[in-house]
């Protein structure tokens, strides 16, 4: 049983990858430029993310220090 379910997600992450490599058409590059991208776009994705985590909280305080929801 816990073999079937894997093999259901399995191909449900197949499928979406290749939804993915449709919808950004990467399915025309090959397989290093394919590689190069996903890797620039996991760099600007992670550093988006930490940029969010660092900053984001300075931002919201400024902001309810502005409106005067906090003291």
Known sequence: MAGM???RAW???SWFYY???L???LYML???ERTVFNS???SVMGMALYTGYVFMP???MAILHYF???Q
């Open 5 to 7: 379910a894997l093999a």
């Open 68 to 70: 005067e929801i906090v």
């Open 40 to 42: 620039m776009l996991v």
């Open 58 to 60: 300075q931002h919201i």
């Open 19 to 21: 939804q993915y490599l």
């Open 30 to 32: 090959e397989p290093w």
């Open 23 to 25: 919808v950004t058409a």
């Open 11 to 13: 191909k449900q992450m």
